[in-house]
């Protein structure tokens, strides 16, 4: 039951994150995505808020790793949940610090480094995402 309820959550995340994308780009004229303050420069707050999706994807998808590892055939799976287990705190701090010195100075430098932690946060969503809604566990059979 644990597992329906969280990929129900993170389904319904994923969903209004995409909605809310969408939004911002203007493509959906009913679901604008949460508004921006009108001095609110909108790629921090689009790396503000990416950075507070993947804590919340990652938290979900390790905790439900975790409690389903004896189950999981799939060491795509493991390599990925060990894998930001093993980075998340630099990739965070990494992504941090580019917000930080991308407000400071709105360089291009700055910009290209913000791109690249946000791009590489984006790709670890998208991966712990992909193995969260998309693989299935099959309990064992009992002993007949």
């Not at 994923?14 to 508004?35: D, K, S």
Request: aromatic share 6%.
């Amino acid at each position: 039951m644990k597992i329906t309820k969280l990929k129900s959550v993170l389904a319904l995340s994923l969903a209004l994150c995409a909605g809310a994308i969408a939004g911002c780009g203007g493509g959906c004229a009913i679901f604008r995505g949460a508004p921006i303050a009108t001095n609110a420069d909108p790629v921090v707050v689009h790396a503000q808020r990416t950075r507070e999706y993947a804590l919340a994807t990652f938290d979900a998808f390790l905790r439900w790793e975790k409690e389903n590892r004896a189950l999981l055939n799939d060491p795509g799976v493991k390599a990925a949940a060990d894998n930001i287990r093993a980075n998340y705190k630099k990739w965070d701090d990494d992504l941090g610090a580019t917000i930080k010195a991308y407000q400071a100075i709105r360089s291009k430098e700055n910009a290209d480094k913000l791109d690249t932690a946000l791009a590489l946060m984006s790709q670890a969503i998208d991966i712990a995402s992909r193995y969260f809604l998309t693989k299935t566990i099959t309990p064992p059979k009992p002993p007949q």
